[in-house]
C-alpha cells in the first residue's frame, strides 16, 4: 500500500504569511503541519510515499528530503496548477501504480491517527473508504449522506446539507478511483472534485464505506484553526526543559525547551513549547505558546500564540494574544502604548506600534 500526501495548494486563507512560505511547513507546537501527515501514514505501516507539489515545490523538498529522516521513501509529484483532488490523484498516476493507497491532505492533522482506518480497508476490502466527522458548518466542506449506514450521496460544500457529515482529509481507494476520474467533469470550480469521483463509484455499485473519526481533526487553513490545533497537540507534551533558566526565572507546567534556550528574569507557562537558541528576557510566555528557534523576546507577555524562527519582539508592553507571527519578524513598541495587540505577520516583516 502506498500513501500519497496532497502539498499543492497556495494557502490563500493565510496570506499574508503564505506568500513566502509553504502553508503546510507552518508550525504546530515546532513542528510543520505535513510532517504530521507523514509520520500519520509511517505509523499506519506505509513507507512508500508521493507528495504531491506545486508552486512551493522547492520549500517542500528543502524540508522534507527524500523521507530518510523517517526510513521512508519519497517521490515528488509536480501538479501544474492546483485543479482539484481527483486531478492531484490523476497527476500520480504513474506513482501509484494499481495498488491501494491512502490519499492524505498536507494541511490536515488528525490525533488519532490513521492505523484503525487503514486496517478497516486492509480487512472489509472496499473499493473506497472515506473519513467523517460532525462539523458545526458542513457547508464549508465535501459533505456524506449516509442511508443505512452506507455511503449514499456526497456533494462538495453544498448551499443546503443534507447532514453535517464532514469529508476529513483522509481517504483509501483501490485502482477503480481511477476509472471514475476520467469518467467525470470538472465542477463550477472548474476542478475535478474527490467528492464527484467517490459518487461515481457509489453509482456503478462500487462498495465505499464510511468511518467516522475519534478524537478531534484540524484543517489548518485558517489561522484559528492553526492555533486550536496547536493548543490541542500541547495539551499532550511532557515537561523536558534543556535550556539554561536563572534562578528568578519560573517554568511552570508542561514546558519543553530545547537545548541553549536563555531564560532571565521570566515566567514560562505550560503548555508551551520553546526551540534552540531562543532568549526570553524579562517577559512572560503564556499557555498554548510556541516559539520556534533563534527568537528573541524581552519585556513581552505572549500566549496562545506561534512565533516563527528568527523574530524578535521587545518592549511591546501589552500582551500578544492569538497571534501567528512569520519568520524574522521584528515587533518593538513605540509610544504612545495601545492597550492590546493581534498579529498575522509575514515573514521578514518589520513593525513599529506607535
Given at each position: 500500500?502506498?500513501?500519497?500526501?496532497?502539498?499543492?495548494?497556495?494557502?490563500?486563507?493565510?496570506?499574508?504569511?503564505?506568500?513566502?512560505?509553504?502553508?503546510?511547513?507552518?508550525?504546530?507546537?515546532?513542528?510543520?503541519?505535513?510532517?504530521?501527515?507523514?509520520?500519520?501514514?509511517?505509523?499506519?505501516?506505509?513507507?512508500d510515499i508521493g507528495?504531491?507539489?506545486?508552486?512551493?515545490?522547492?520549500?517542500?523538498?528543502?524540508?522534507?528530503?527524500?523521507?530518510?529522516?523517517?526510513?521512508?521513501?519519497?517521490?515528488?509529484?509536480?501538479?501544474?496548477?492546483?485543479?482539484?483532488?481527483?486531478?492531484?490523484?490523476?497527476?500520480?498516476?504513474?506513482?501509484?501504480?494499481?495498488?491501494?493507497?491512502?490519499?492524505?491532505?498536507?494541511?490536515?492533522?488528525?490525533?488519532?491517527?490513521?492505523?484503525?482506518?487503514?486496517?478497516?480497508?486492509?480487512?472489509?476490502?472496499?473499493?473506497?473508504?472515506?473519513?467523517?466527522?460532525?462539523?458545526?458548518?458542513?457547508?464549508?466542506?465535501?459533505?456524506?449522506?449516509?442511508?443505512?449506514?452506507?455511503?449514499?450521496?456526497?456533494?462538495?460544500?453544498?448551499?443546503?446539507?443534507?447532514?453535517?457529515?464532514?469529508?476529513?482529509?483522509?481517504?483509501?481507494?483501490?485502482?477503480?478511483?481511477?476509472?471514475?476520474?476520467?469518467?467525470?467533469?470538472?465542477?463550477?470550480?472548474?476542478?475535478?472534485?474527490?467528492?464527484?469521483?467517490?459518487?461515481?463509484?457509489?453509482?456503478?455499485?462500487?462498495?465505499?464505506?464510511?468511518?467516522?473519526?475519534?478524537?478531534?481533526?484540524?484543517?489548518?487553513?485558517?489561522?484559528?484553526?492553526?492555533?486550536?490545533?496547536?493548543?490541542?497537540?500541547?495539551?499532550?507534551?511532557?515537561?523536558?526543559?534543556?535550556?539554561d533558566v536563572d534562578?528568578?526565572?519560573?517554568?511552570?507546567?508542561?514546558?519543553?525547551?530545547?537545548?541553549?534556550?536563555?531564560?532571565?528574569?521570566?515566567?514560562?507557562?505550560?503548555?508551551?513549547?520553546?526551540?534552540?537558541?531562543?532568549?526570553?528576557?524579562?517577559?512572560?510566555?503564556?499557555?498554548?505558546?510556541?516559539?520556534?528557534?533563534?527568537?528573541?523576546?524581552?519585556?513581552?507577555?505572549?500566549?496562545?500564540?506561534?512565533?516563527?524562527?528568527?523574530?524578535?519582539?521587545?518592549?511591546?508592553?501589552?500582551?500578544?494574544?492569538?497571534?501567528?507571527?512569520?519568520?524574522?519578524?521584528?515587533?518593538?513598541?513605540?509610544?504612545?502604548?495601545?492597550?492590546?495587540?493581534?498579529?498575522?505577520?509575514?515573514?521578514?516583516?518589520?513593525?513599529?506600534?506607535?
Amino acid at each position: 500500500m502506498k500513501g500519497l500526501i496532497l502539498s499543492g495548494g497556495k494557502g490563500t486563507r493565510l496570506r499574508p504569511l503564505t506568500f513566502t512560505q509553504a502553508k503546510q511547513l507552518v508550525p504546530v507546537a515546532n513542528k510543520p503541519v505535513l510532517f504530521y501527515g507523514i509520520e500519520a501514514l509511517l505509523e499506519a505501516g506505509i513507507k512508500d510515499i508521493g507528495v504531491i507539489v506545486g508552486d512551493t515545490k522547492d520549500e517542500i523538498k528543502a524540508a522534507v528530503g527524500d523521507g530518510s529522516r523517517w526510513g521512508i521513501h519519497i517521490t515528488y509529484i509536480e501538479q501544474d496548477a492546483p485543479l482539484g483532488l481527483a486531478h492531484a490523484v490523476k497527476t500520480a498516476r504513474s506513482f501509484l501504480g494499481d495498488e491501494s493507497f491512502v490519499m492524505y491532505l498536507g494541511d490536515n492533522i488528525l490525533k488519532s491517527g490513521i492505523c484503525s482506518l487503514v486496517e478497516e480497508f486492509k480487512r472489509q476490502k472496499p473499493h473506497s473508504l472515506i473519513l467523517l466527522t460532525e462539523v458545526p458548518n458542513p457547508q464549508m466542506f465535501g459533505v456524506a449522506e449516509l442511508r443505512d449506514g452506507k455511503v449514499f450521496r456526497l456533494v462538495e460544500k453544498p448551499k443546503n446539507p443534507a447532514s453535517n457529515l464532514a469529508l476529513v482529509g483522509v481517504y483509501m481507494f483501490d485502482s477503480h478511483i481511477f476509472e471514475a476520474i476520467q469518467a467525470i467533469r470538472p465542477s463550477w470550480r472548474n476542478e475535478l472534485e474527490i467528492t464527484d469521483a467517490i459518487q461515481y463509484l457509489v453509482e456503478h455499485g462500487y462498495d465505499v464505506h464510511p468511518h467516522l473519526v475519534t478524537g478531534w481533526w484540524k484543517d489548518t487553513g485558517k489561522i484559528e484553526d492553526i492555533l486550536e490545533a496547536n493548543r490541542l497537540i500541547l495539551e499532550s507534551v511532557k515537561r523536558e526543559i534543556k535550556g539554561d533558566v536563572d534562578s528568578v526565572s519560573k517554568i511552570n507546567g508542561r514546558v519543553v525547551m530545547a537545548p541553549n534556550v536563555r531564560v532571565r528574569n521570566s515566567i514560562v507557562r505550560g503548555p508551551a513549547v520553546i526551540g534552540e537558541n531562543t532568549e526570553i528576557i524579562d517577559s512572560y510566555i503564556g499557555p498554548f505558546t510556541s516559539i520556534q528557534s533563534n527568537c528573541r523576546i524581552e519585556q513581552t507577555e505572549i500566549e496562545h500564540s506561534i512565533v516563527l524562527s528568527g523574530s524578535e519582539i521587545r518592549d511591546v508592553g501589552s500582551r500578544i494574544d492569538e497571534s501567528l507571527i512569520g519568520r524574522d519578524v521584528k515587533i518593538f513598541k513605540c509610544p504612545p502604548k495601545p492597550s492590546a495587540y493581534r498579529f498575522m505577520v509575514g515573514d521578514q516583516s518589520e513593525i513599529g506600534i506607535m
